[in-house]
T-cell receptor, first 115, second 112 residues
Framework: AQTVTQSQPEMSVQEAETVTLSCTYD???????LFWYKQPPSRQMILVIR??????QNATENRFSVNFQKAAKSFSLKISDSQLGDTAMYFC????????????FGTGTSLTVIP | NAGVTQTPKFQVLKTGQSMTLQCAQD?????MSWYRQDPGMGLRLIHY???????DQGEVPNGYNVSRSTTEDFPLRLLSAAPSQTSVYFC???????????FGQGTRLTVV
């Protein structure tokens, strides 16, 4: 079974500052992907960043980057130069490739960017 | 470019009523799945399908039925709604060999 743990239910950050959201996971799979999704009040699921487990290099997307530690099964998200529009719920997710691209989600971190 | 379309967006049911949540995708994706989102619990997999005619159970399948008669559509049926099924439901689709999933906008269901 796969589990994804987000231990920070709520976080806040000052506008323009940097914040890191934590995520750990547990799996016996070798072929998988990790994702961070953003969910604003509109409840739309928006892909922020993804990481392929077999790639050692950490993924980056503009102001968003991850710290992927495969041995430790850790996958944190760093948001640089935080903006008011970053205020949202953030979900860490694991996808195993073996059976239909099933996703397993963490419980989410509610991020508030303070002006 | 419609992507994944869910209908309805909001629904209120009485306990014991039945209904079908619709999900359609226009990207010819093989994989489709249904999730429910409850406060403090993230999204949990209800049922998924790897192709037309093939479905399987996820983490929380009880109380829900699915079928996949076409590649495009993957409806979720509640045969006898219960208050415990009050939730936000998401449909997602992805392509074989891809690591990207597309989510619908969700259906907020309230069972009273």
């Amino acid at each position: 079974a796969q589990t994804v743990t987000q231990s920070q239910p709520e976080m806040s950050v000052q506008e323009a500052e940097t914040v890191t959201l934590s995520c750990t996971y547990d799996t016996s799979e070798n072929n998988y992907y990790l994702f961070w999704y953003k969910q604003p009040p509109s409840r739309q699921m928006i892909l922020v960043i993804r990481q392929e487990a077999y790639k050692q290099q950490n993924a980056t997307e503009n102001r968003f980057s991850v710290n992927f530690q495969k041995a430790a099964k850790s996958f944190s998200l760093k948001i640089s130069d935080s903006q008011l529009g970053d205020t949202a719920m953030y979900f860490c997710a694991f996808m195993k490739r073996s059976t239909g691209n099933q996703f397993y989600f963490g419980t989410g971190t509610s991020l508030t960017v303070i002006p | 470019n419609a992507g994944v379309t869910q209908t309805p967006k909001f629904q209120v049911l009485k306990t014991g009523q039945s209904m079908t949540l619709q999900c359609a995708q226009d990207m010819n994706h093989e994989y489709m799945s249904w999730y429910r989102q409850d406060p403090g619990m993230g999204l949990r997999l209800i049922h998924y399908s790897v192709g037309a005619g093939i479905t399987d159970q996820g983490e929380v399948p009880n109380g829900y039925n699915v079928s996949r008669s076409t590649t495009e559509d993957f409806p979720l049926r509640l045969l006898s709604a219960a208050p415990s099924q009050t939730s936000v439901y998401f449909c997602a689709s992805s392509s074989l060999g891809s690591n990207e999933a597309f989510f619908g906008q969700g259906t907020r269901l309230t069972v009273v």
